[in-house]
Structure formats: structure tokens, C-alpha cells
Nanobody
Framework: QVQLVESGGRLVQAGDSLRLSCAAS????????VAWFRQAPGKEREFAAA????????PYGAFVKGRFTISRDNAENTVYLQMNSLEPDDTAVYYC????????????????WGQGTQVTVSS
């Protein structure tokens, strides 16, 4: 079993930056692919970024447009999402998810999920 806990979400202004953290416990996630998804009210869960267990292969969602960077620290069992130039449309609950396999853009292919962290961007 893997438990994931997200943190770092808060209210910010447009143009600000945030770094989200996804801390894993229970089992090491160094051999897992980890992804960030987001879900805004009334919308489907949307892929933001993913990183393979060796740290390469970092696909990003189309909306990211170079503003976000995903990284991982296997020694700390933590994956990060650095978000820059935030926009009001980035307002959502951000979830991290893990799977024992290659990265995927599809939510249902992830086995483990965190509870989410709220990011709110004011204009």
C-alpha cells in the first residue's frame, strides 16, 4: 500500500508561483510513476504532469504551456509540482497519484491517490 499526502495549495494572486508537494509513505515510490491531476468544480479530472520512476519522461498537460515543472526526490519519497505564472483558470483541487508502471495521462490507470490540495488563484 502507498499513502499519498498533498500539501502546498493556498490562495494566491494571478502571476504568483506555488510549489505543491506529494509525500508518499507506506512503500517507497522510487519505482512508481507519479502524476499530478487537477479537478475544477463541474469539470472532469485533468492531467497536469507525470514523472517516471527514474525521473525522465515528463509529459505535461496542454494547458501547462511551460509554466509547471514536475520533479521528484526519491530519497525523500516526495514529488513536487512547481507552478509559475498562475492564472485564475488554474483554480482547482490538485491531486497526486501513483502507479507501478510507466507514466500515463489517464486517471483510471493510477492505483493510489492523495486527498488533494486546493489551489485558488484570484485575478
Amino acid at each position: 500500500q502507498v499513502q499519498l499526502v498533498e500539501s502546498g495549495g493556498r490562495l494566491v494572486q494571478a502571476g504568483d508561483s506555488l510549489r505543491l508537494s506529494c509525500a508518499a509513505s507506506g512503500r517507497t515510490v522510487s519505482s512508481y510513476s507519479v502524476a499530478w491531476f487537477r479537478q475544477a468544480p463541474g469539470k472532469e479530472r485533468e492531467f497536469a504532469a507525470a514523472i517516471a520512476w527514474i525521473g525522465v519522461g515528463k509529459p505535461y498537460g496542454a494547458f501547462v504551456k511551460g509554466r509547471f515543472t514536475i520533479s521528484r526526490d526519491n530519497a525523500e519519497n516526495t514529488v513536487y509540482l512547481q507552478m509559475n505564472s498562475l492564472e485564475p483558470d488554474d483554480t482547482a483541487v490538485y491531486y497526486c497519484a501513483a502507479r507501478a508502471g510507466p507514466v500515463s495521462l489517464i486517471p483510471v490507470e493510477y492505483t493510489y491517490w492523495g486527498q488533494g490540495t486546493q489551489v485558488t488563484v484570484s485575478s
